[in-house]
């Protein structure tokens, strides 16, 4: 694992919690050095500040994606707006944690994040091909086309969509969603869910067609067409 923090206190109290966890960790404290160490070893996983002094996080993720790298990007960041957190997604990330955070949910996050980079068992894939309306899903692949516009998709819209798509019809609550996709219910105020849904609406609908994803007050979420 590759964990890059520019504050100190921080940096080096998440490097003797995660080591304790039982993950082999490289602590660097800026974007130039995440960026060395990640072409130099290879992290199963990076833990990313979004704000560190010259290279930041988020250019960080970019370079990254750029050049192809898919490892799993889990950010940390103070900044906790909705557009701050679309930034991330922009950037590639495929989930974040606000600070201050509590350790035991970035724990989770790096569990969930690892488990859908495991290699499945070749007996339960499923290679199937999986339709919903116009939005074909190839879970093997992990492509997906909305009619034949290919979507560009993280690896957790990848996830959401496709647990979507497997559902369609059928409305999912927000416990199931959270279950199913980061393996913990961060509770009723957390705002991840609605965040991945509203950015994977903007890469999945069309604005001169109709909506595939749709929102259930109370409840959770369901794909169907309008």
């Known amino acids: 694992m590759l964990l890059a923090e520019d504050d100190r206190a ?44 010259g290279i930041d996080g988020l250019q960080v993720c970019r370079v990254l994606r750029a050049e ?12 906790v707006e909705t557009p701050d957190r679309i930034a991330g997604l922009d950037a590639g990330a495929d989930d974040y944690v606000a600070k201050p955070f509590d350790v035991e949910e970035v724990f989770a996050r790096l569990r969930a994040l690892l488990r859908r980079t495991s290699p499945e068992d070749p007996e339960a894939a499923d290679s199937h091909q999986i339709t919903a309306a116009d939005l074909r899903i190839d879970p093997a692949a ?24 497997r559902n369609s019809g059928i409305v999912l609550d927000h416990t199931t969603i959270y279950d199913r996709i ?14 991945y849904v509203g950015y994977l609406r903007r890469k999945v609908d069309d604005p001169e067609g109709p909506s595939l994803i749709h929102t259930v007050r109370g409840v959770g979420y369901v794909l169907r067409e309008a």
């Open 182 to 195: 980061w393996g913990y219910d961060f509770g009723p105020g957390s705002k991840n869910l609605a965040v």
């Open 68 to 79: 192809g790298d898919r490892t799993p990007i889990l950010m940390l960041t103070a900044l």
């Open 10 to 53: 921080i940096r080096h109290a998440l490097e003797r919690a995660l080591t304790l966890e039982g993950y082999t960790v490289t602590a660097v404290a800026d974007g130039v050095e995440a960026l060395a160490a990640a072409h130099r070893e290879r992290p199963d996983i990076l833990v990313l500040d979004v704000m560190m002094p």
């Open 142 to 165: 992990r492509r997906a086309w909305r009619g034949t516009r290919e979507l560009e998709l993280t690896r957790t819209e990848f996830d959401l969509l496709e647990l979507l798509a």
